[in-house]
């Protein structure tokens, strides 16, 4: 019912910044309710942040909190995931998922991905 595809993703050096986007197409966008995860070689994917479906409520994991910050434009079916002070531990294949159920923060729950987009934080 849903597409979603990353983009935004490349190398930056620790302390520094990217901005991830996610372009959705297929039902309205609205209609979902919207997270980042990430994947790091021989890891288990872990949850970043999730949006609620208005863009009013925001959720972050500890590791994150402060330094990310997710936003989405339902009006061009987008989410974004802004990152700053970046650390080498976010090297991560990040995904945008999204879901017509209640809100999680369980990656399992999600029945909709994007294919991934790499980010690379060097030392």
């Known amino acids: 019912q849903v597409q979603l595809v990353e983009s935004g993703g490349g190398l930056a050096q620790a302390g520094g910044s990217l901005r991830l986007s996610c372009a959705s197409s297929?039902?309205?966008?609205?209609?979902?309710?919207c997270g980042w995860f990430r994947q790091a070689p021989g890891k288990e994917r872990e949850f970043v942040a999730a949006i609620n479906r208005s863009g009013s409520s925001t959720y972050y994991a500890d590791s994150v909190k402060g330094r990310f910050t997710i936003s989405r434009d339902n009006a061009k079916n987008a989410v974004h995931l802004q990152m700053n002070s970046l650390k080498p531990e976010d090297t991560a294949v990040y995904f945008c998922?999204?879901?017509?159920?209640?809100?999680?923060?369980?990656?399992?729950?999600?029945?909709?991905w994007g294919q991934g987009t790499q980010v690379t934080v060097s030392s």
């Open positions: 297929g039902r309205t966008f609205g209609s979902y309710f």
């Open positions: 998922a999204a879901t017509l159920w209640l809100p999680t923060l369980r990656s399992n729950e999600y029945n909709y």
